[in-house]
């Protein structure tokens, strides 16, 4: 049998900073990294559309699901830090003007290699292609799949998003076998599926910056930026941080919410409306398909007059009622779309639900069921919007984590 003082569950980004900063803490230390790919840190391939957006300078003003839990870490390990952290490694960043953080080589390989040199340089085993299958408490320690005993233990094996890339959900049932509770857990940083009468023709139209509305029976959530129309609903940032929300209300009510897009957030209805009666001295003499072409995408602007019933007859701007553009200038600030689902968490960024915080202290990320047992990253129930908030949580957690208090 093997034996550890320390084996991390999972080798992506939260395992990876977790079983560093154990090793650089204290070097005698025997860690050990458990990961059931053929290599570690997949999943950070995958991120950032491959450039690996590391953190948000604007993190501890996020508003994280179950933030109260997640801020003291997120204060230790602060965006800084984390950047000071990689720096250590050799990674230079650079940041945008939104406060996204990405190396300086644009490439998410250079962060997965700037981890995996550090975990070679300080002499921690890497156990790929080991599917952590079966753990068991003693009064020394855990029992990995029968064969390697560890002192201490650190979960971070991830959520159930991108089972390719490794998250499979296996984590949760590791953490069940130790007395943990599991959170319902959905896809979350996702696309939506909807209306596809009205989305399929508006394929590959896209709105720079809209303001979604998702309502059921009240206001579920809110959102801005862009979206992006396919044949099957709506993906694009603003849309996939909806997601979550959207899943939960129609697997607790059984019905489908709607979304409700602002096209112009920065426009109000009465200027719009002026701008809309303006056209007819500019392009009167031309067809209706032509009436929103100056504001937005052409195949959205005639889908809004579609949905405003302008196409009765054949008219030209200029034959348009105060009435029509009335309609119009509401469709623009208020378009109704029926969210039906989300395409699952294969296509998923982010799991949404996860091991109940108030089985895990905050301040050290140990549980409070099993003494010398500890979570990190994904696992648990901490999940935040797109722009580096969620790989921010899995950094500060794991190295919160690898100090073993």
């Known amino acids: 049998m093997k034996n550890y003082d320390l084996a991390v569950i999972g080798g992506c980004s939260a395992g990876l900073v977790a079983a560093i900063n ?17 290599r570690i840190g997949k999943k950070i391939l995958a991120t950032g559309n491959g450039k690996c957006n590391i953190t948000n300078l604007y993190a501890l003003e996020h508003d994280y699901v179950n933030k109260g839990f997640a801020e003291y870490a997120l204060g230790c390990y602060s965006p800084e830090k984390i950047i000071e952290f990689f720096s250590t490694l050799g990674l230079i960043t650079y940041s945008d003007s939104c406060g996204r953080v990405y190396p300086e080589s644009n490439t998410a390989a250079s962060v997965t290699d700037a981890l995996r040199f550090e975990i070679e340089r300080l002499g921690i085993d890497v156990c790929c292609d080991t599917p952590a299958s079966d753990i068991k408490k003693n009064k020394n320690g855990f029992i990995i799949n029968g064969d390697i005993f560890c002192q201490k233990m650190i979960v971070a094996a991830g959520g159930k998003s991108s089972a390719p890339q490794g998250s499979d959900g296996s984590g949760y049932t590791l953490a069940e076998m130790l007395g943990h509770t599991v959170t319902k857990t959905v896809p979350a940083l996702v696309p939506l599926c909807a209306s596809p009468e009205i989305t399929k023709p508006l394929k590959g139209a896209r709105a720079r ?16 930026g862009e979206i992006l129309f396919t044949d099957y609903g709506l993906s694009g940032i603003a849309a996939m941080e909806l997601a979550a929300s959207a899943q939960k209300y129609i697997e607790s009510v059984k019905q489908n919410p709607f979304t409700y897009i602002d096209f112009l957030p920065d426009m109000a209805y009465d200027e719009l409306l002026e701008y809309l009666k303006n056209l007819n001295k500019i392009k009167g003499f031309c067809s209706i398909d032509n009436l929103l072409t100056g504001i937005l995408p052409k195949a959205v602007g005639i889908a809004i007059c579609k949905v405003s019933k302008l196409y009765k007859s054949e008219k030209t701007i200029s034959e348009l009622s105060e009435k029509d553009l009335r309609a119009v200038a509401e469709k623009i600030k208020n378009f109704p779309l029926e969210v039906t689902g989300t395409r699952g968490f294969l296509n998923a960024q982010v799991t949404s639900g996860g091991i109940k915080v108030s089985e895990i202290n905050e301040k050290t990320m140990e549980s409070r069921i099993c003494k010398n047992l500890y979570f990190a990253g994904e696992i648990i129930d901490v999940d935040g919007g797109c722009g580096g908030f969620n790989l921010q949580w899995a950094w500060a957690s794991g190295m919160l984590a690898g100090e073993l208090k």
């Open 22 to 38: 154990a090793k650089r803490r204290e070097p005698k230390l025997k860690v050990a990294v458990i990961e059931k790919l053929p």
């Open 209 to 224: 910056n809209v303001r979604l509305t998702l309502k059921g029976d009240k206001i579920l959530s809110k959102t801005q």
